[in-house]
């Protein structure tokens, strides 16, 4: 681990140095440096919940720092909110667009600080104004449409152009080209130049490494909260890259598992997918990604963060409204798409958010667990209470729920227990298929072997299982095969002995350029990485 | 708003406003009542009691009904203009007997009902203002249907709903309390009313979870309006004349503010029956106070309104945390 | 060392998201086009098939009967405008109006015009005040506010007229009568205010904070507006609006009348609406609610002339149909734009 020191660079504008800032005893930040270079592009990079959008918030002044100090040109600052670090020069563009859509273009790239005239706006030059403005940052548009008809990427343009006209020093640009055609990813990079040439100095947060070694100087990575690498990116391979965000050097684990899943368990190979997913599409976020399912096979879904995981899963449960694709659940196809659809035909999703999409907070435990098996508690409506007392034990039981009782509101649990609650509202329905959401983030050691045990005690008991892990040895341990994607693409599938973490660094490493399906088995071996991937390269794989 | 963690020292007083908001309403009653009693020993006769459980049953109705509706994080404006749609049908089939006239007046309660939940569930309008345009609508379309002038009511039956007695309660303030238990029932041990709170708590993992909201959604209008259309052939029967154009007006404010005081949040997520019944019996007794010691309407008026804010702002928030 | 990869269609600067240029597509447009100017589409249509179907209707003494009697209360309208548009809602109007009327009674009574004219204004701006406090300050959602704020300014009007039974006469004769008296003053005064409200909507930076922090809250935040002083602001000038509204008509009355105004912020909701303003926030224009107000109000005369027997019922059953078919439709059109 390469921890910067914080020696003072003189052409250095922004500096976070020693910044620790804990939620509830829960460390976000520890010990952060991170120093931004006057003109320079810096990639800030991590995994979720590394510590990326507390360290932002922290340079912007949503969040005040436990400890540490923060240099702005030169002075030592306590930005209290957002708005003082914006008037000291410190924009952000955020992934959502943070204008107002209904209003006009201009009149968004003024508000505020409209040119006036007589004390009135003087709306003509301000029109003719952004309109010359705006065509810097090329977008030649009629500036007086309501910015909603703009597409997303001249919409990200206005609000970067609204942000360097406020004297802007720096610019922070949270995942900016998450919604953009590679067109407009073009002008992007073209702009975020220009502001370079002018001195600007840019934070550039995205998980697409191809525009990372496309547009920055240097990258800082981060890591459970905190700073792992910073360094200049140009010399920096890719494969080297993820293993830091990772937190894996693919050498150390070859042999120990890691993980509480049992290696030995048989893998179903054999006979008709319990589930099938063909060609999904949605808009933006995924691109034909088709998979298969058997009873009793856990399928790791494999890729970085924004590589479209979580949206196969909703897209095949139908909370996501895919543009095309089916779902086959026992080969039948799903002609109704909801939520509750995928649910009466044995297909159930653990939600990567657990608070805002998993638990009822202010519902008990026990209603929390019964929730969605209601029908089948109940006759003409009425909740029978011996049979749900007794599915509710029998869950609390058998997933060790720590709770006061079943009275115990969900909310006041902790997230390991949060976690099972939902597990068990899903495991009383007896499903056929379970798609799991990064089932263990957030939660304490003990529970999440708790959870991975289950996982393949489930799949042992013939229940399909995709599981969604950031966490790369939970995902090769626990998976039988792994389908790798990536920008919305499967790019490639692992099975079998492949199923390792270098294989999967590989398949991650692939050079973005190159999208065609890899083959199974051949993910990994053959793809450029880089020129010199000389310590990976020498070991034989597979 | 970005969360900003204003933490520390508001702490205590999160506290201390969760307390009030689970008991307040019911410390709030009790002493209210010794008051009520020290001031005039008389209040605890017989004959005052009836007078305020006649007062208080057809509001207590409705607020029953708005409690639901609350609780899936809505709000309906139009139960007052029902009260005054049910007022204006039910003299008019009267001839038929009390029973058809009350199930056509409860048929229309619950399509208005229908026609609001069906413009929050399905077209996704806000509950304020889709019921806000039937609160217009609709009392338009009862003083319609009833003509310019009150009509007096003359239905032996009709009348004896409004103004018998059983064991010396009145037959009105024993169908809310019944509808109380029933609306407590189902909240508590029906699959329905466990969804309710589900979808108002956390609409999007109710989704997730395979919950039918639109369908719990629309119910939950339904039985409103119900419940508002069976009020207001009460206060037609207490009053012994129709008159759309007077009866249920401010009626949704009452019952809103029953439900408030209550405890019961505004976010939805909650239902608190008992604390709506509570609600209903303060309000009542509060007006009843003040007017029996000539305090004039006016301030009456006035002291409600601060009850509501403070009641709406003791229930913010911390309700859902 | 790896090469850094540039994108192989690394462009010269200026082009990009060029294609954004030229016209909106078809459906947008139209879309757009009913939202902002189907109120006076409707309200010319009306007014053609009154006026050619009825004799009366396009007569002098009709219209100027429609403007005159009616005037005031759209400033009521005005002000809902400015509230609706941050994403509001003022339910105490009508209360409002009617203690505006009062008071400006009670003042033109004992104390001449310029009580007459102030006391009102400074009530409604206090009431205002208080209200906009609550919602922008302890958080408090605007409707149950204004909804105890409609209460309230009922009670204050029944115990400023000793509840109903003091009756306040604007003197006969004097300067304050003669503000609401006839059409052309009423009219011109209304016509100037909402001209007003116009060039503050959308000639000052207040104005566009407002239609800002209607159209979304956060970035007016993030963009250094001052939004909790312009919700505060909004209540008051609604407020002051409202009082000053009822001044005025009680001096065309020739006193206060304690039982006007209930219902009339359903009445001016439905104007603002019916306009074109968005009720979720962030979008409208004085000029929709200028014809939400006629149109209501050419549909109030014509239903006076021809279902007169129903009185003010009809009307309200045709305002609440058009509210709920409106907002229908705000919310399809919102709908398809998402989508597309």
């Given at each position: 681990m390469v921890q910067q020191a914080p020696v003072p660079v003189p052409d250095s504008v922004l500096e976070v140095a020693g910044v620790d800032k804990s939620f509830a005893g829960v460390h976000a930040l520890i010990g952060v440096h991170f120093t931004l270079r006057q003109g320079e592009v810096h990639a800030l990079i991590g995994e979720n919940g590394a510590g990326k959008s507390t360290l932002i918030k922290v340079m912007t002044g949503v969040y005040r720092p436990d400890a540490g100090r923060i240099r702005f040109a030169g002075r030592d600052r306590e930005f209290r909110n957002p708005l003082e670090a914006?008037?000291?020069?410190?924009?952000?563009?955020?992934?959502?667009?943070?204008?107002?859509?209904?209003?006009?273009?201009?009149?968004?790239?003024?508000?505020?600080?409209?040119?006036?005239?007589?004390?009135?706006?003087?709306?003509?030059?301000?029109?003719?104004?952004?309109?010359?403005?705006?065509?810097?940052?090329?977008?030649?548009t009629d500036v007086t449409r309501p910015l909603r008809t703009l597409g997303l990427g001249a919409q990200q343009m206005v609000a970067l152009a609204r942000a360097v006209q406020v004297d802007a020093r720096v610019v922070i640009m949270d995942e900016p080209t998450s919604s953009l055609e590679p067109r407009e990813v073009d002008t992007l990079f073209?702009?975020?130049?220009?502001?370079?040439?002018?001195?600007?100095?840019?934070?550039?947060?995205?998980?697409?490494?191809?525009?990372?070694?496309?547009?920055?100087?240097?990258?800082?990575?981060?890591?459970?909260?905190?700073?792992?690498?910073?360094?200049?990116?140009?010399?920096?391979?890719?494969?080297?890259?993820i293993s830091l965000m990772l937190g894996r050097e693919p050498a150390t684990v070859r042999e120990e598992g890691a993980t509480a899943f049992d290696a030995d368990r048989d893998a179903a190979t054999e006979g008709r997918p319990a589930l099938r997913a063909t060609q999904l599409n949605v808009r933006h976020r995924l691109h034909g990604v088709s998979l298969d399912i058997r009873p009793g096979e856990v399928v790791g879904l494999?890729?970085?963060?924004?590589?479209?995981?979580?949206?196969?899963?909703?897209?095949?449960?139908?909370?996501?409204?895919?543009?095309?694709?089916?779902?086959?659940?026992?080969?039948?196809?799903?002609?109704?798409?909801?939520?509750?659809?995928a649910m009466r035909a044995g297909v159930v999703m653990l939600a990567e958010d657990r608070k805002a999409e998993g638990i009822i907070p202010s519902l008990s435990v026990r209603e929390n667990i019964?929730?969605?098996?209601?029908?089948?508690?109940?006759?003409?409506?009425?909740?029978?209470?011996?049979?749900?007392?007794?599915?509710?034990?029998?869950?609390?039981?058998?997933?060790?729920?720590?709770?006061?009782?079943?009275?115990?509101?969900?909310?006041?649990?902790?997230?390991?227990?949060?976690?099972?609650?939902?597990?068990?509202?899903?495991?009383?329905?007896?499903?056929?298929?379970?798609?799991?959401?990064?089932?263990?983030?957030?939660?304490?050691?003990?529970?999440?072997?708790?959870?991975?045990?289950?996982?393949?005690?489930?799949?042992?008991?013939?229940?399909?299982?995709?599981?969604?892990?950031?966490?790369?040895?939970?995902?090769i341990e626990g998976s039988d095969r792994v389908v790798v994607l990536k920008d919305g693409r499967v790019v490639g599938e692992l099975a079998g002995d492949q199923v390792s973490e270098d294989a999967l660094l590989g398949a991650l490493a692939q050079d973005g350029q190159d999208r065609q399906v890899g083959q199974v088995g051949q993910v990994g071996q053959d793809r450029q990485v880089g020129q010199d991937r000389q310590d990976h390269d020498k070991e034989p794989q597979s | 708003m970005t969360t900003l963690a204003w933490t520390g020292a508001i702490r205590d007083r999160d506290r201390l406003l969760r307390l009030l908001q689970e008991y307040g309403v019911y410390a709030a009653l009790a002493v209210l009542f010794l008051v009520a009693v020290a001031l005039d020993g008389s209040f605890v006769s017989s004959g005052n009691v009836?007078?305020?459980?006649?007062?208080?049953?057809?509001?207590?109705?409705?607020?029953?009904?708005?409690?639901?509706?609350?609780?899936?994080?809505?709000?309906?404006?139009?139960?007052?203009?029902?009260?005054?749609?049910?007022?204006?049908?039910?003299?008019?089939?009267?001839?038929?007997g009390l029973a058809p006239a009350l199930l056509l007046a409860l048929l229309l309660g619950a399509a208005t009902g229908a026609v609001g939940g069906a413009m929050v569930a399905f077209a996704r309008v806000q509950p304020i203002v889709a019921t806000l345009s039937l609160m217009i609508g609709v009392r338009?379309?009862?003083?319609?249907?009833?003509?310019?002038?009150?009509?007096?009511?003359?239905?032996?039956?009709?009348?004896?709903?409004?103004?018998?007695?059983?064991?010396?309660?009145?037959?009105?303030?024993?169908?809310?309390?019944?509808?109380?238990?029933?609306?407590?029932?189902?909240?508590?041990?029906?699959?329905?009313?466990?969804?309710?709170?589900?979808?108002?708590?956390?609409?999007?993992?109710?989704?997730?979870?395979?919950?039918?909201?639109?369908?719990?959604?629309?119910?939950?209008?339904?039985?409103?309006?119900?419940?508002?259309?069976?009020?207001?052939?009460?206060?037609?029967?207490?009053?012994?004349?129709?008159?759309?154009?007077?009866?249920?007006?401010?009626?949704?404010?009452?019952?809103?503010?029953?439900?408030?005081?209550?405890?019961?949040?505004?976010?939805?997520?909650?239902?608190?029956?008992?604390?709506?019944?509570?609600?209903?019996?303060?309000?009542?007794?509060?007006?009843?106070?003040?007017?029996?010691?000539?305090?004039?309407?006016?301030?009456?008026?006035?002291?409600?309104?601060?009850?509501?804010?403070?009641?709406?702002?003791?229930?913010?928030?911390?309700?859902?945390? | 060392m790896s090469p850094t990869v540039l994108p192989s269609t690394t462009t010269p600067a200026g082009t990009g998201p060029a294609a954004q240029g030229a016209r909106l597509p078809l459906r947008e447009r139209l879309a757009g086009q009913i939202q902002h100017r189907g109120a006076l589409a409707v309200l010319v249509l009306v007014a053609a098939i009154a006026s050619a179907t009825s004799a009366t209707f396009p007569t002098w003494s009709n219209i100027s009967s429609i403007l005159g009697n009616n005037a005031f209360v759209w400033l009521l309208a005005l002000g809902m405008t400015?509230?609706?548009?941050?994403?509001?809602?003022?339910?105490?109007?009508?209360?409002?109006?009617?203690?505006?009327?009062?008071?400006?009674?009670?003042?033109?009574?004992?104390?001449?015009?310029?009580?007459?004219?102030?006391?009102?204004?400074?009530?409604?701006?206090?009431?205002?005040?208080?209200?906009?406090?609550?919602?922008?300050?302890?958080?408090?959602?605007?409707?149950?506010?204004?909804?105890?704020?409609?209460?309230?300014?009922?009670?204050?009007?029944?115990?400023?007229?000793?509840?109903?039974?003091?009756?306040?006469?604007?003197?006969?004769?004097?300067?304050?009568?003669?503000?609401?008296?006839?059409?052309?003053?009423?009219?011109?005064?209304?016509?100037?205010?909402?001209?007003?409200?116009?060039?503050?909507?959308?000639?000052?930076?207040?104005?566009?904070?407002?239609?800002?922090?209607?159209?979304?809250?956060?970035?007016?935040?993030?963009?250094?507006?001052?939004?909790?002083?312009?919700?505060?602001?909004?209540?008051?000038?609604?407020?002051?609006l409202a009082a000053a509204a009822g001044a005025l008509g009680s001096a065309r009355l020739g006193s206060g009348v304690t039982t006007i105004g209930v219902g009339y912020e359903l009445t001016a909701i439905s104007a603002v609406v019916i306009g074109g303003t968005l009720l979720t926030g962030g979008s409208g224009s004085i000029g929709g609610t200028v014809s939400g107000v006629l149109l209501l109000a050419v549909i109030h005369n014509l239903i006076d002339h021809y279902f007169s027997q129903y009185g003010s019922a009809f009307t309200d059953t045709v305002n609440g149909a058009f509210l709920a078919l409106v907002v229908l439709l705000q919310t399809l059109l919102s709908r398809t734009q998402q989508l597309s």
């Open positions: 914006q008037a000291a020069g410190i924009s952000t563009i955020y992934q959502e667009v943070n204008l107002v859509p209904l209003m006009s273009v201009a009149r968004n790239l003024y508000l505020g600080r409209e040119p006036r005239r007589l004390g009135l706006v003087d709306v003509r030059r301000m029109n003719r104004d952004a309109a010359a403005e705006l065509r810097r940052f090329g977008v030649d073209e702009v975020i130049r220009r502001l370079k040439d002018h001195g600007i100095a840019v934070v550039y947060v995205s998980h697409r490494l191809d525009e990372l070694y496309a547009v920055c100087d240097r990258v800082t990575v981060m890591r459970d909260g905190a700073v792992v690498h910073t360094g200049e990116i140009a010399g920096l391979e890719r494969l080297k890259l494999g890729g970085l963060l924004g590589a479209g995981r979580s949206e196969t899963a909703k897209a095949i449960i139908g909370a996501l409204a895919a543009d095309g694709g089916s779902v086959e659940v026992d080969g039948t196809v799903l002609r109704r798409r909801s939520p509750a659809a019964a929730l969605a098996a209601l029908p089948r508690l109940s006759r003409a409506g009425l909740v029978s209470q011996a049979k749900q007392d007794e599915l509710v034990r029998f869950f609390m039981d058998r997933l060790r729920i720590k709770a006061s009782g079943p009275d115990q509101r969900v909310g006041d649990l902790s997230g390991g227990n949060q976690q099972k609650v939902l597990l068990a509202r899903w495991l009383c329905l007896q499903p056929k298929v379970l798609l799991l959401d990064e089932p263990t983030r957030g939660i304490d050691v003990g529970a999440k072997a708790e959870v991975q045990a289950l996982i393949n005690e489930l799949a042992g008991d013939g229940l399909g299982v995709l599981l969604i892990s950031s966490e790369l040895e939970e995902l | 009836r007078i305020q459980l006649f007062q208080v049953a057809p509001t207590l109705l409705v607020a029953l009904g708005m409690a639901l509706v609350i609780g899936t994080e809505g709000i309906d404006l139009s139960v007052g203009a029902v009260v005054a749609l049910a007022a204006a049908v039910v003299p008019l089939y009267l001839g038929y338009g379309l009862a003083e319609i249907v009833n003509g310019n002038s009150a009509k007096p009511v003359t239905d032996a039956a009709l009348l004896g709903l409004g103004s018998d007695s059983f064991s010396g309660v009145p037959l009105m303030a024993w169908i809310a309390a019944l509808c109380a238990l029933v609306v407590g029932f189902v909240v508590r041990r029906t699959t329905f009313g466990r969804r309710l709170v589900a979808i108002g708590d956390n609409r999007q993992a109710s989704r997730l979870a395979g919950l039918p909201v639109r369908r719990v959604l629309l119910t939950v209008y339904v039985v409103s309006g119900v419940l508002a259309a069976l009020a207001g052939v009460m206060i037609v029967g207490h009053g012994a004349e129709a008159d759309p154009a007077n009866q249920g007006l401010n009626l949704e404010l009452n019952a809103i503010t029953a439900v408030v005081v209550g405890g019961t949040p505004l976010t939805g997520g909650r239902v608190r029956v008992l604390g709506t019944v509570a609600g209903a019996l303060f309000m009542q007794l509060i007006t009843a106070v003040l007017t029996q010691h000539d305090v004039p309407n006016s301030y009456t008026q006035i002291v409600e309104a601060a009850i509501i804010c403070c009641a709406v702002y003791a229930s913010q928030e911390r309700g859902t945390r | 400015f509230v609706i548009i941050t994403g509001g809602i003022d339910l105490s109007v009508g209360s409002m109006y009617a203690l505006g009327g009062v008071l400006g009674a009670y003042g033109a009574q004992t104390g001449g015009t310029w009580l007459a004219i102030l006391l009102p204004l400074a009530v409604g701006a206090a009431w205002g005040t208080v209200q906009g406090l609550l919602i922008a300050r302890a958080g408090m959602a605007p409707f149950i506010v204004t909804l105890a704020g409609l209460l309230g300014a009922r009670g204050l009007l029944q115990a400023v007229t000793r509840e109903g039974a003091t009756t306040y006469l604007v003197p006969a004769g004097s300067w304050f009568r003669n503000l609401g008296a006839g059409v052309w003053t009423p009219v011109v005064l209304v016509a100037v205010l909402f001209a007003l409200g116009g060039l503050l909507l959308t000639r000052t930076r207040f104005g566009a904070a407002l239609t800002a922090l209607g159209g979304n809250e956060n970035a007016a935040v993030l963009m250094g507006l001052p939004v909790a002083r312009a919700k505060v602001l909004v209540y008051l000038l609604s407020g002051t």
